[in-house]
């Protein structure tokens, strides 16, 4: 039977509201705390078992990096892309600047393997620091916390100056660890309002670190800022920090 008008508008209504109610929630729950607040609780440290082989892509995946060549990649002024590769993996070659993908993604699922540096130098935010943008916007960081504090809405599997991870799930330096993330971009209406935030699904060495949490916009160092309307698509990016991070064994299935 065909819904009448009244009730299909009514049920959208409902949905915006509950859309708007969701909002706020996710805005008090980051706001109560300042940016880097070295107050905020740490999450509990568990033992995500020992790293395993670089998993297989599937089938539909598209290939971001398989060992042998960046030739998905570039620096930040579209140039080829100046970090190393050996032995199956990238290093991040210090004040060459961040890399992205060629292509640009939207919705999607991402599969990043990574390992901090076997030789431990700094503490804090220096020790093994990188980061994986989605968007170029909004990063989930790499970082080595094991035995390692920092602050946690910037620890590892944080999403960056917004959520800390439930669990620090970190393996120890050198290891490589994962990042499965199911990231749905932010929606705007023609007049670049904000219709529906972006919401990421994270899991760090298969370990649920994030269930669905809903940005309040850009991840960004000293602020919180709000969403401004951007393209659909943009690209993937990898930062350089200064820190030799490698990444193995990237790929991405689009999910639009």
């Known amino acids: 039977m065909k819904q009448p008008l009244w009730l299909a508008l009514f049920s959208i209504l409902i949905f915006l509201g509950g859309v708007y109610l969701n909002g706020q929630t996710a805005k008090q729950e980051v706001e109560k705390w300042k940016i880097h607040d070295p107050d905020r609780p740490q999450p509990p440290v568990i033992n995500p078992g020992p790293a395993g082989e670089p998993v297989p892509a599937p089938s539909d995946a598209i290939i971001l990096f398989d060992g042998k060549d960046l030739s998905q990649w570039t620096d930040g002024k579209g140039q080829p892309a100046r970090w190393k590769v050996e032995n199956g993996y990238m290093e991040v070659v210090k004040e060459t600047g961040a890399i992205r ?12 393997e990574w390992a901090s540096p076997v030789l431990v130098k700094g503490e804090g935010q220096s020790r093994g620091n990188s980061g994986v943008f ?11 916390c094991y035995n390692n504090k920092t602050y946690a809405d910037g620890m590892t599997a944080s999403l960056y100056a917004q959520y800390p991870p439930m669990v620090n799930a970190c393996r120890p330096p050198g290891e490589w660890q994962t990042y499965d993330i199911i990231f749905r971009r932010p929606r705007f209406d023609d007049k670049g309002q904000l219709i529906s935030p972006v919401l990421m699904t994270v899991f760090h060495n298969n370990i649920l670190v994030h269930n669905n949490a809903e940005l309040i916009g850009p991840t960004v160092h000293k602020a919180r800022p709000p969403y401004k309307a951007h393209q659909n698509r943009l690209p993937i990016s990898l930062q350089d920090h200064g820190n030799p991070v490698r990444f193995r064994n990237i790929w991405i299935r689009e999910l639009e």
């Open 101 to 112: 993908t060629k292509q640009n993604f939207g919705d999607c699922q991402l599969h990043v």
């Open 134 to 144: 989605l968007m170029n916007i909004y990063e989930v960081q790499v970082l080595d």
